[in-house]
Structure formats: C-alpha cells, structure tokens
C-alpha cells in the first residue's frame, strides 16, 4: 500500500541506496587491494562477501522502491542503470577474489596490488560521484569524471605493458594465461567504475 510520503515526498531514499551500493562496491574493492599487497596474500573472501551482500540488499531495495514510489527525483532508467551498474563493479571483484583463491600457488611472484589499488582509486570516485547526485552540479561533476577518465586511461597503459611482457616469449604458459585473465578481470572492473560514473554524469548533464 502507498503512503502520501512514498508517493510525493522527495525520493531522498533512492540517493541513499545508490549510496549504499556505491560504498559496497569500493568496499570490495578495498578488500581486494588490500589482500593482494599482503605479505602473506592469503584469499579472505568474508569482506567480499559482506561488501556484496550490502550491495545486493541496496539493489534489491531500490528495486522495491521502483515499484513503490509514484515519483523519483531522477529518471526510472538512471536509476536501475546506475544501480546496475555499481552491482557489476562488486561482482568483477568478487570474481578476481574467488578465481584467486583457486590459482594462489601459481601467483606467489606476481605483483596485483598496484593495480588493484588504481580500482579502489577508480571506486572511491564513483561514491563521490554518486554523493554529487543529491546536489545536482555540473562543476563538480565533470571534475570527478575527468579524474575516473584519467584512472582508466593510465589503467589502460598499464595493461599495454603487460602484455608486451605477456608475449615477451619469457613466461610459461600457465603463467601466461594467468597474468592475462587475472589483469584483464582488474582492467574489466576499472572499465564497470568508469560506466557508473558515465550514468552517473549523464544524469547530472540532463537534470541541470
């Protein structure tokens, strides 16, 4: 049954589940930098775990709401884009950690942490994106986008040198094939922040 407050009140309850999904998603990505520059760089999957349960309770909510709501202060569509969004995020993270923890042994000298730590980079400017949302302001906005743009063009860079050492002719084949799937889940999961924070300032270019 509608209440008057869900029905013609403001919707401030959509910005704080996108919220929620925003922090979970750059939770998930914290736990996963700060499993990969360990010393002993052990799978601990129980912060990803929670990060995503988080995200999937927000996305679940906002779903409801949807239903719920006569009106939102923004676009149906943007919306369930944004939260789709952010849910892949978490989900590319979550993959990286479980794939991980099958392949351990052979990744003992393999350095992941720096690019891990340019996806939590990447992460904590889509919740500061999506925390601009309330706001509504183009300025601040376009400066938090052309950072997420700087993330994913150095990320890029980074992923061009890997694979000049990838077909170096220097490594095994496992090894190989590891380093390529595992950087490029990394590089996946820079490309779902920048696709948050793209809806995210689509969002503010139509509604300011």
Avoid: W
């Amino acid at each position: 049954m509608f209440s008057l407050q869900t029905m013609f009140g403001q919707g401030n309850q959509f910005y704080d589940l996108l919220e929620q999904s925003a922090v979970a998603a750059h939770d998930s990505t914290k736990a996963l930098h700060e499993m990969l520059k360990g010393d002993q760089r052990e799978p601990a999957l129980d912060a990803f775990k929670l990060a995503r349960q988080r995200e999937r309770d927000a996305s679940e909510k906002i779903s409801q709401e949807l239903v719920d709501s006569f009106i939102t202060p923004i676009e149906r569509e943007d919306i369930e884009a944004l939260s789709s969004a952010l849910h892949k995020i978490n989900k590319q993270a979550e993959k990286f950690a479980d794939r991980y923890t099958l392949a351990v042994q052979h990744l003992e000298h393999i350095d992941f942490a720096p690019r891990a730590a340019m996806l939590e980079q990447a992460a904590s400017v889509v919740v500061k994106m999506v925390k601009q949302l309330r706001k509504i302001k183009l300025g601040p906005m376009k400066a938090l986008n052309d950072e997420l743009r700087s993330i994913e063009n150095e990320a890029d860079r980074l992923m061009l040198e890997l694979y000049r050492e990838i077909y170096s002719g220097d490594l095994e084949p496992l090894q190989m094939f590891l380093l390529k799937e595992f950087f490029e889940i990394l590089e996946k999961a820079i490309d779902r922040c920048r696709e948050a924070g793209v809806v995210a300032y689509d969002i503010v270019l139509k509604n300011s």
